[in-house]
């Protein structure tokens, strides 16, 4: 009787013909709400742990009206949705003040979650958030939230998709701009609405597909069902292969780019990440091979998350424990998005051509050939050259072929370390892209791995198209599940929906 709970519209049935077993009978329901009417009323603290000026309480489930009249005084009636209301925040059994604060009531469905939900703003201080979620745990059918409930409720309801879901995560733990962005892009539904679109066109071609298996004998399939299945599937299996050919992009700008300062020992790796950070995150030392692990540490440049790695000095040694860290400094680079080498200036050939020679040689003892694509050679110490030596070397690196972009600096004087920084930006910026132009970029490795399957499984769609119909169907409906298991969505109903609204079938 009341508007506010869940409930259940009535159902009808469309029967088809050919005796469809009851197990696949459409079932398309008016309007079903996310949860039960019994489900249990879940409340936690919103907002960050800690003291600060504000602190948000929510409150969601079919209790949420009982916990906000009796915690907040209110006899008559409710207050308007969505509406702040200053109100005394009162223990429900004691009826002591706890606190004076904001309500607000937002009624079911137009909520976070879908259904009734209320938010305490009270003052930020610990004992005064302990004492109101004590009092909430004494009102009759609610509880705490489990983690993420909230949200998981919000998709159960579908305020948002899996992917929307992801996004608001990332949101949440964006610590640059750029990651904002990209999560921001995301959790407004830009991926989830891509992802949404060929998983509509998948199951049209599931339905014609099956349609044309059941029903062509009886001549009711138009011609050339197939043909249009097989352009839709063609042209899905190219859009999702350009999608995937992203070069991690996404990924990088969601977890990090990895950029790993590699190079001999002594050439000044250490002093490079320091001036980096601008603190001492790696001890410096003139005794060659101090660094004997990796040190990490994260960075923001110029709104690009960097996660920058030290490693220990590349040569032979007779001491185990050094050999491991070179182990370990030569596994880093291989994993690498970016590498700087770092080449001490005062151990180059006094020939620039020599030395052009001398630095080709020195990155294949550093990397393989395929990492040097994405490598900065770092020419440090140029404070112990001449100054004509330091511009005739600056103007021979630029004119030789296959060899990485060289930056000359030093980290005593820190001359030339705005020019490598601006070139270290412009690096990153790369790899990561532009998370506000082109389309949406694959952002989790899951949604990688779903994609490749479905590729896959449109491409036995085409090897069996013409040898065995059933098979391929096959593919279509693997491909179908595997971009469901991306969005959350995806159902048989949804099939039969399509074959009795496309076709004039079980009239």
């Known amino acids: 009787n009341k508007p506010t709970q869940n409930y259940i519209r009535p ?22 709400s996310a949860g039960l009417a019994s489900a249990d009323t879940i409340f936690a603290l919103s907002s960050g742990h800690g ?21 907040a005084g209110l006899t008559g009636s409710l207050p308007p949705p969505r509406k702040a209301l200053l109100r005394s925040i009162t223990d429900p059994l004691t009826r002591e003040v706890l606190d004076r604060g904001l309500v607000l009531w937002f009624p079911a469905p137009h909520s976070f979650t879908g259904e009734d939900s209320v938010e305490f703003h009270i003052h930020g201080g610990p004992a005064v958030i302990t004492a109101v979620l004590e009092a909430l745990g004494s009102v009759p059918g609610m509880r705490p939230a489990e983690a993420g409930e909230f949200t998981r409720r919000a998709f159960q309801a579908g305020k948002l998709g899996l992917t929307e879901v992801e996004g608001l995560g990332d949101l949440i733990h964006a610590e640059t701009e750029a990651q904002r962005r990209l999560a921001l892009r995301q959790m407004s539904g830009e991926l989830g609405h891509l992802y949404q679109d060929w998983s509509n066109k998948l199951k049209r071609c599931l339905a014609y597909v099956e349609a044309f298996i059941d029903f062509s004998e009886d ?61 001492p995150a790696a001890i410096v030392s003139p005794i060659a091979g101090t660094t004997r692990d990796v040190v990490e ?84 110490k140029t404070d112990l050259l001449p100054e004509e030596q330091r511009q005739n070397l600056d103007m021979e690196l630029r004119q030789v072929s296959g060899l990485p972009p060289a930056c000359l600096i030093s980290c005593h004087s820190n001359e030339g370390l705005q020019d490598f920084l601006t070139a270290l930006h412009g690096n990153v910026k790369t790899l990561c892209g532009d998370p506000l132009s082109g389309a ?8 990688r791995t779903h994609l490749q ?48 609204k496309d076709f004039c079938i079980g009239k």
């Open 51 to 71: 003291r600060c000026g504000v602190a948000v309480v929510r409150v969601s489930g079919p209790a949420s009206v009982t916990s906000l009249r009796s915690m």
């Open 297 to 380: 540490t994260a960075l923001d440049i110029g709104g690009f998350p960097v996660l920058l790695i030290d490693t220990a000095g590349l040569r032979d040694s007779l001491d185990v424990v050094e050999r491991e860290g070179v182990r370990r400094a030569r596994e880093r680079v291989e994993q690498a998005d970016l590498t700087l080498v770092v080449v001490d200036c005062s151990n180059l050939p006094i020939d620039t051509q020599q030395a052009a020679a001398f630095l080709q040689e020195h990155l294949k003892s550093v990397m393989s050939t395929q990492k040097q694509n994405n490598c900065l050679l770092v020419l440090n």
């Open 11 to 32: 159902c009808y049935f469309l029967i088809p013909s050919r005796g469809t077993p009851l197990s696949r009978l459409l079932c398309n329901c008016d309007e079903v």
């Open 440 to 447: 949406p970029t694959l952002t989790q490795a899951r949604h």
């Open 219 to 279: 001549e009711l399939i138009e011609d050339g069902v197939l043909n249009q299945v097989d352009r839709v599937v063609c042209n899905l299996q190219t859009e999702m292969e350009q999608h995937l050919k992203d070069k991690r992009k996404g990924e990088r700008l969601r977890s990090g780019v990895q950029v790993v300062i590699a190079g001999a020992t002594n050439a000044g790796k250490s002093s490079l990440l320091n001036s980096i950070c601008q603190r």
């Open 453 to 500: 399957q479905c590729a896959a499984a449109l491409a036995q769609y085409q090897r069996y198209r013409d040898t065995d119909l059933a098979l391929a169907a096959e593919g279509v409906r693997s491909a179908l599940t595997s971009l469901g298991r991306i969005t959350g969505r995806v159902g048989a109903e949804e099939i039969l929906d399509i074959i009795f």
